[in-house]
């Protein structure tokens, strides 16, 4: 199987990667990496559990003392801020992505409400026509109601009562129009006041999503910024870091027994999964969906409707609408969210394994199911029977690891 992996293999391999920690011997330097290698590191460090997360603005926070942070806890604060800064990111993509559905779909209703009101607005015209039309008509006196008055006057009463059609002719002409005119003056204020208020959403909406996408980039910048400032030296620590917690909390979940036994996705689960691995490699971009990158929950999004199933487009609303399991049901094709604002999602592989799109400048690869704190799992088709037996799909060689690109191409 040249260039490929087995499931199995790449779990053993990436498990002994991770419990492996980096050092530099003491009495040398290391030398200055090139670029391409202090990028191929930095997509090492993953989405990994996080032990403890502020909940204060990590931008805001007195910058932490860099250039001599090579000792664990110097390193376990930098690794905690870095992961406030993508997990704050991550959550003002969701928002925007949410957004922008809404933003959607409230612009759709205002062009509705803008045809309905202009159509109204055209009815009104011609039913004032008809009232101004009646008006002279009546001023001329040659309307109906002018020969029913002449009637009136008439020598003989009973001849005017018998003519009575007369009044209902002339009264249900001028009545009908002056409804017809009475009722588009209300349908026309009314389509008024619903145009102006969804023009009003319209436009909140888009600030919102304006604000969600200026904090998205924001902490991205942050996060740029705090890596450029470690040397080749606090990058390797901080790797190391990484990959210690990671192994830590890996190890933790693993011995809860909760992942044992033999697990096999439903029919469209496990075409879900083919089309995730085949994605394995492709950059991270914040809010893409596919083809040639994604962002976590388009991952996830774009994996399930290869299968025949549209789930929502957010990790949150993934989380919100999706069905619940606990992790000792979790079989392969379903979703793996994570942090409590369910801001980052995965598939579940099999074997303690998730393939993700993990963060900006990553690329979609596979992970340790514990590589970030877990919030809980849904199944996509919970309808849909196991299978009876299950061949993961085949891993490229890299599958556990990805490059780093420029965060500054992000938002391109």
């Keep these: 199987m040249s260039g490929r992996y087995s499931l199995r293999a790449v779990c053993v391999g990436a498990l002994v990667v991770a419990a492996t920690a980096t050092t530099l011997p003491a009495a040398a330097d290391p030398p200055e990496p090139r670029r391409g290698a202090v990028d191929r590191l930095l997509g090492d460090l993953g989405d990994t559990v996080m032990e403890r997360f502020s909940g204060e603005d990590p931008a805001a926070g007195p910058p932490l003392p860099l250039g001599q942070l090579t000792t664990a806890p ?46 109204a607005r055209k009815a009104l015209v011609t039913g004032r026509a008809d009232a101004g039309r009646i008006a002279r008509v009546q001023y001329q006196g040659s309307s109906d109601l002018s020969s029913y008055l002449h009637l009136l006057l008439a020598a003989d009463p009973q001849q005017a009562l018998d003519q009575g059609h007369l009044i209902e002719r002339a009264a249900s002409g001028r009545l009908a129009a002056m409804d017809r005119l009475e009722a588009g003056e209300k349908r026309a ?18 600030a919102r999503q304006k604000k969600a996408k200026d904090t998205a980039t924001a902490r991205l910048r942050a996060a740029e910024g705090l890596l450029a400032s470690l040397s080749a030296e606090e990058l390797i620590a901080l790797a190391g870091q990484e990959r210690r917690q990671t192994a830590d909390a890996q190890e933790k979940l693993l011995a809860t027994g909760a992942l044992e036994g033999k697990r096999t996705p439903s029919t ?70 994570y942090f409590p604002e369910a801001t980052h999602v995965a598939m579940y592989l099999g074997d303690g394994m998730v393939i993700q799109a993990p963060r900006p400048g990553a690329r979609v690869k596979v992970s340790p199911i514990a590589s970030n704190p877990l919030l809980g799992a849904v199944r996509p088709d919970p309808a849909g029977p196991a299978l009876p037996s299950y061949t993961p799909p085949e891993l490229p060689d890299d599958a556990t690891a990805g490059p780093d690109e420029g965060y500054d191409r992000v938002f391109g």
């Design 74 to 119: 110097d390193m376990a604060g930098v690794l905690t801020r870095l992961r406030d800064l993508y997990r704050q990111a991550e959550a003002a993509g969701e928002t925007y992505k949410s957004t922008e559905d809404a933003l959607a779909a409230q612009r759709a209703e205002t062009a509705r409400l803008s045809r309905a009101l202009a159509a």
């Design 189 to 206: 204020r009314e389509l008024a006041t619903a145009s102006r208020r969804a023009l009003e959403r319209e436009v909140l909406l888009a």
């Design 268 to 337: 469209q689960g496990d075409r879900a999964l083919a089309y995730a691995a085949e994605q394995i490699g492709k950059p991270y971009v914040w809010g893409a969906e596919g083809p040639e990158s994604y962002d976590c929950s388009g991952l996830t999004s774009k994996a399930w409707a290869s299968a025949g199933r549209a789930i929502p487009r957010t990790s949150q609303e993934q989380w919100a609408r999706l069905k619940r399991v606990p992790l000792d049901e979790l079989r392969p094709g379903d979703l793996v969210v």
